[in-house]
């Protein structure tokens, strides 16, 4: 009987790990982050100072020679540099088979684009 008593302990508690666990929700796509993964280079505007972005597959970065890192979050790109001081959130979409990247910073209205560099 004890260990009848035992063993529905512990599948009770196994359970409940499993639906705490199912209720988290994900906002991304899977292999949305290797999408990301690589140097990115801005258009050359004469408007904006070309920026090269690199997003590395550990989550680190490094934006115009600025260490920091970068997560997928609520289908939005965030970059955060130097110790979380300077935070950006970037609406974004891709093109020609994931070689163009449109940035927008949330709340503006015009892209910036940036192509992928071959390493």
């Known amino acids: 009987?004890?260990?009848?008593?035992?063993?529905?302990?512990?599948?009770?508690?196994?359970?409940?790990?499993f639906l705490v666990g199912c209720t988290e929700t994900n906002n991304k796509k899977p292999g949305e982050e290797s999408r990301f993964v690589g140097t990115w280079k801005s258009e050359d505007n004469p408007k904006i100072?070309?920026?090269?972005?690199?997003?590395?597959?550990?989550?680190?970065?490094?934006?115009?020679?600025?260490?920091?890192?970068?997560?997928?979050?609520?289908?939005?790109?965030?970059?955060?540099?130097?110790?979380?001081?300077?935070?950006?959130?970037?609406?974004?979409?891709?093109?020609e088979d994931d070689t163009v990247l449109h940035l927008r910073l949330s709340g503006k209205e015009e892209f910036n684009i940036y192509f992928r560099q071959l390493d």
């Not at 009848?4 to 508690?13: A, D, S």
């Not at 790109?77 to 979380?84: A, D, F, K, P, W």
């Open 1 to 17: 009987m004890r260990i009848k008593v035992i063993l529905l302990f512990v599948t009770i508690i196994i359970t409940v790990g």
């Open 49 to 95: 100072i070309p920026v090269t972005l690199v997003l590395n597959s550990d989550g680190t970065s490094l934006v115009s020679d600025m260490n920091g890192t970068w997560e997928l979050k609520d289908g939005q790109l965030i970059v955060i540099l130097g110790n979380n001081d300077l935070v950006s959130v970037f609406d974004y979409f891709f093109t």
